[in-house]
């Protein structure tokens, strides 16, 4: 384990396993860093330097500390893509923010382009091989000619092709059922 500056560091969002960085999960490591305490140290590829586990990690040192930020990382050597992305899957699905049906679903599709097998996929991640698969049917959609992780608010559009518009709201949304949305306007009202 060694100190690395951030700026050193590439978040690969192409091998991130999450559909997105949250934004208050990094906001409460901030907090913990101002308040002392030390963070686990961030998983890299000792080649590449991108980074396999810690993208909040990362981002809440580069937002309290900036550019010059040093972090603990432990580098390791992966054999392959695959061999990364499993790696970066694995403990998302052990520790940290929740894994939730997009974010497995955007591991499955992924692991797809890196040619990763549902067995290893399932295993990194916790779940049975069949229920992985499904998310591939019952949760993604094209966009732009990609394939996209649905998430719970628009998975009526399962298999479909999004409008921009459709794309845009997928990504904003957050990801609770249309009854949420409508309840929460009712007690607005």
């Known amino acids: 384990m ?5 700026a050193e560091l590439i978040l690969d969002f192409d091998l991130y396993p999450r559909n997105n960085v949250d934004s208050h999960n990094v ?14 140290p961030v998983i890299v590829d000792k080649k ?9 990690r990362v ?3 580069l937002r309290h500390y900036g550019e010059d930020a040093e972090i603990f990382c432990i580098e390791k ?7 990364m992305f499993e790696a970066a899957a694995r403990p998302k699905a052990a520790h940290g923010c929740n894994v ?9 599709i992924v692991a797809e382009r890196l040619g990763l097998s549902l067995d290893r996929l399932a295993g990194a991640l916790n779940m049975p091989v069949d229920k992985l698969g499904s998310l591939r049917s019952d949760r993604t959609a094209t966009a732009g000619g990609l394939t996209v992780a649905l998430k719970q608010t ?6 479909a092709k999004l409008t921009k518009r459709q794309r845009a709201a997928n990504r904003r949304l957050s990801g609770m059922n249309q009854l949420f949305y409508v309840n929460q306007l009712i007690e607005l009202l």
């Not at 590449?48 to 909040?56: A, M």
């Open 59 to 61: 981002r809440a040192h």
């Open 154 to 159: 628009i998975r009526h559009k399962a298999g």
């Open 100 to 108: 939730d049906p997009c974010d497995r679903t955007h591991c499955v």
């Open 48 to 56: 590449s330097k991108r980074v396999v586990d810690g993208f909040h």
């Open 2 to 6: 060694r100190k690395l500056k951030a």
């Open 27 to 40: 906001s409460n490591l901030v907090d913990a860093l101002i308040a002392g305490a030390e963070l686990p």
């Open 77 to 83: 050597t992966f054999r392959s893509e695959e061999d």
